[in-house]
Nanobody, 124 residues
């Protein structure tokens, strides 16, 4: 079992920045690839970014490429999502997920554990 707790969301103006954190506890953090997804009201959960077990590979949705950066700190059992140049369309609840194994995935159904989510609101 892995417990995930997201933090760092909030209200920010367009063009601003936020850094989300996802702290993991339970089983060995390095056994899991990690991903960030988001869900806006009335929409399906969508892929944002993912990182392999050792941080060697990262993946991004086209809509955030060049603006968001995913990273992980194994010493702190934490994965981060740095979000720059935020846009109103980035407004959503952001969730982190853990996927057993080395390789990340863009599909939310491939993830085994989820956090409770953190709200990000970008005002225009």
């Amino acid at each position: 079992q892995v417990q995930l707790v997201e933090s760092g969301g909030g209200l920010v103006q367009a063009g601003g920045s936020l850094r989300l954190s996802c702290a993991a506890s339970g089983r060995t953090f390095n056994n899991y690839a990690m991903g960030w997804f988001r869900q806006a009201p009335g929409k399906e959960r969508e892929f944002v970014a993912a990182i392999s077990w050792n941080g060697g590979s990262t993946y991004y949705a086209d809509s955030v490429k060049g603006r968001f950066t995913i990273s992980r700190d194994s010493a702190k059992n934490t994965v981060y999502l740095r979000m720059n140049s935020l846009k109103p369309e980035d407004t959503a609840v952001y969730y982190c997920g853990a996927r057993g194994g080395a390789y990340a995935s863009r599909r939310y159904r491939d993830y085994d554990y989820w956090g409770q989510g953190t709200q990000v609101t970008v005002s225009s």
